[in-house]
């Protein structure tokens, strides 16, 4: 069956790092987009980054822009989001997902930024920055 499974998430001061993990089972992510979304509470769930297996395009959400860095690991099936610099206001649940070959979103057509079009969804793993 297909699984996503995100680890890494934690505490972690401002200006700190964390890199997110997204192991993927029952698919293969070298033919897959992987996104990468958050929601924090009372807040819309958004897509932060997205890396299509199409063209190997990538996208980020304006505000981690510089900070945040999405990266394969196709022959693990594995996708990592690096996240840098990070800001008390990047605290949410992150979630990875996944689709065939192209991410749904892009910085010209945002149909899928807040996670329509995505297949299959990770349970999640909880980023906290906070000092």
């Known amino acids: 069956q297909e699984q996503l499974v995100e680890s890494g998430g934690g505490l972690v001061q401002p200006g700190g790092s964390l890199r997110l993990s997204c192991a993927a089972s029952?698919?293969?992510?070298?033919?897959?987009?992987i996104g990468w979304f958050r929601q924090a509470p009372g807040k819309e769930r958004e897509g932060v980054s997205c890396?299509?297996?199409?063209?190997?395009?990538?996208y980020y959400l304006d505000s981690v822009k510089g900070r945040f860095t999405i990266s394969r690991e196709n022959a693990n099936n594995t996708v990592f989001l690096q996240m840098n610099s990070l800001k008390p206001e990047d605290t949410a649940v992150y979630y990875c997902?996944?689709?065939?070959?192209?991410?749904?979103?892009?910085?010209?057509?945002?149909?899928?930024?807040?996670?329509?079009?995505?297949?299959?969804w990770g349970k999640g793993t909880l980023v906290t920055v906070f000092s």
């Open positions: 997902a996944a689709v065939p070959w192209s991410c749904p979103f892009s910085e010209t057509d945002p149909w899928g930024i807040y996670g329509y079009g995505m297949d299959y």
């Open positions: 029952g698919i293969t992510t070298d033919r897959y987009a």
């Open positions: 890396s299509s297996a199409s063209d190997g395009s990538t």
